[in-house]
């Protein structure tokens, strides 16, 4: 058996460098770092600079003295390779317990957390200070108070919040309420002549509050109700039904009624009601539950609220409601009956999945799937079978995902899943390969290769994901080769996927993986996520020496060749960003966003489909379908992109669902600056829900670029789909 781990993780910070780096490894192999002084560990870095190996960087750690963490910081500055930066700065934290460097290195870590030009390394030195025990939290505070970059001091902030205490509380205090004094009285006015204070960001406030929250006293959270939204709110709800406070009973039966409230704060106010009321509460729960009206988040929320406290008469009682009604009442006893034991029970789930509507279906599926309802099976092959007669493509894996839950193991079974990925319907298809992943099929590797040159994308990378997933070896070739035939995002998915599995640094050159093979591949065996997860962070640092041509929107790296911009152009984007400090301001955001999204266009390679599509009111693609980057298509998008004006509402839910609509897009970007304010769905919580919806079998990424202040639906659009969310001020 061969698995080259230590070799590997050698390789992966060196594989973009000179060709020489082989023989400096060998000749690092031939040294006992153990056995150097510190002078010699110290001549032998700045020798080596980022040749040097990581027992290096590791000996001069342990040997706790002050010339060694200097030579790191002045190696740093000459060092052309940032993965030998990183490992500088994962050096430098232990060195601030002397007391002869801590303010040398910390000045060297804030300053690479302000400065440095690499996005990485400036977050990897917020976190290096957040390690250092001494002095290193001080040096959080001052970037979250300086007019560093957004998501700098919004990291910063974050990680001082993880280990707050009482003796944050003053400071937390002025940033969750900064027109205040300590005694509570407002502040003056400050001259023009003072000392210009640093944009306000709302993520701090609601960090502050966060780190605040156990100290504040129950009346203050009180007061917070009525002040606080979003995450704030729903966290004072939170914390006050831990202390069971009465005195926010009255809020919170306010908000629990209010049908414009955000779902989450309501579900919120109706834990602290329910800690309050107890079993008299739950009727209020079945109630606001089954309303039509209700979000689909508060209804989930409050028909699990139901199952989990109500007692075994109370849910029989319910569980006749499961067929009746319209389907948001259907879904809410559905939900909220889904433990009840009972064959009647089950048999309504079985009625649920021939219903008419769509949601209530795929309800019922997954609840005959946790019941383990083998009976429910021949319906839902039923489902399956009928795959050119389907309202939802995504339906159809929902249903063959339940089968495989209820017939875990069987063989029979799993003969069946191996036809389906040859299914001309793309979503079985694509959920079959899953299926034979989850399941580590070897028989049906295969079909695992056969579906790895499918002409559908889609199909394409959930072939790629299974391979990762089976961690087989005989997987490795069939993406060796499959490599020199993709392009934009499938090929970064195959590079990631041959990375995953063995460890080796080669990236997209093909003609590396290939030669390494030969070499290799008798007897290799996959990495394991442990060995994986030790090398993705020098990977993610060796790939900065790579990143030429990959296009940047906002500094978020997109490599997709198939790529939809969603784009925010209502009233709203005519407001003016912010600048540095208080009261300055910049250019207008349709015209930043238009500037960047042109300088993107530029960038773009040659070949490359993409659209546009504005939205306000409604969504109005620039073309009905994807365009080919070629030079007259090109200009044609970009005087479309100039000629973009500033009017109307938001509409997220149309722009969404009209890029999902097109097939071929693998990467969606959405740019926006608020949340939505017109359209079919305007509840974020359920356009959240649609977009999983209809990427359950899709495996499109998301990014989104937030505008003046952070959304939680675009952020969560990002989290949900594997994308990055950056915000602009």
Known sequence: MRRPFAALVLLALLAALVPAFVGSAVSQEAKDVKDMTTEELVAELKTQKELADRALFTQLVKSREPAAALALIEVYDVMGSPAGRLRVIESLPPFTDIADVNAKVLDKLTDIATKDKRRLLRIEAVAALAKSEQGGRKRLEAIVDSPAEDQIRIEAMRLHVEKASAADTTWYRKLWKPDEEEDGKKKKAKKDEEKKEPRRLIDLRRLAFQGLIKHLSTDELVEALSEEGGPNLRLAFEELTTRKAQEAE??????????????????????????????????????????????????????????????????????????????????????????????????????????????????????????????????????????????????????????????????????????????????????????????????????????????????????IEACVEMRNEATIPMLIERLPKEEGRIETAVAEALFALTGAPYQKRAKAWESWWREEGAGFKCITPAELRSLERERAAQRLELTTSTSEFFGIEIESHRIAFVVDVSGSMEEKVKGQYVGEEGEMRIEVAKTELINF????????????????????????????????????????????????????????????????????????????????????????????RWNEHRGVVIHTVQIGATFELLRWLAEDSGGETVLIP
């Open 250 to 463: 009255d809020r919170a039966d306010q908000i629990f009624s209010m049908l414009e409230a955000d779902p989450l704060a309501r579900l919120a106010a109706a834990e602290l009601l329910l800690a309050l009321r107890e079993d008299d509460f739950l009727r209020d729960v079945e109630k606001v539950g089954s309303n039509r009206q209700s979000s689909p988040a508060l209804r989930r929320g409050l028909a699990e609220m139901l199952r989990d406290n109500a007692d075994e008469k109370t849910l029989a009682k319910a569980a006749k409601n499961i067929t009746k009604g319209k389907a948001e009442e259907k879904i809410f006893y559905a939900l909220a009956c889904a433990r009840v034991e009972d064959d009647k029970v089950s048999k309504s789930y079985r009625k649920l999945l021939g219903d008419k509507e769509l949601e209530v279906r795929t309800t019922a599926m997954r609840i005959c799937a946790e019941r383990g309802d083998d009976e429910a099976v021949e319906d839902l092959l039923e489902i399956v079978e009928d795959a050119e007669d389907a309202d939802d493509p995504n339906e159809l894996g929902i249903a063959l995902s339940a089968i495989s839950t209820i017939r875990d193991g069987n063989v029979e079974w799993g003969k069946q899943v191996r036809q389906y990925t040859t299914s001309p319907a793309g979503p079985l298809r694509i959920a079959a390969l899953h299926e034979i992943a989850k399941r580590k099929d070897a028989e049906a590797l295969p079909m695992i290769e056969k579906a790895l040159g499918h002409e559908d994308w889609a199909t394409r990378l959930a072939a």
């Open 601 to 692: 266009l530029d960038a773009m390679d040659a070949g490359a489909l993409f659209n546009i599509i504005p939205f306000s009111d409604r969504a109005r693609p620039i073309r009905e379908e994807m365009v080919v980057n070629e030079p007259e298509a090109l200009e044609e998008m970009k005087e479309e992109v100039r000629d973009l004006v500033a009017s109307g509402g938001t509409n997220i839910y149309d722009g969404l669902r009209t890029a999902f609509a097109d097939p071929e897009i693998d990467t969606i970007v959405v740019l926006s600056d608020g949340e939505p304010t017109e359209g079919e769905v305007l509840e974020i919580n359920a356009i959240r829900q649609l977009a999983k």
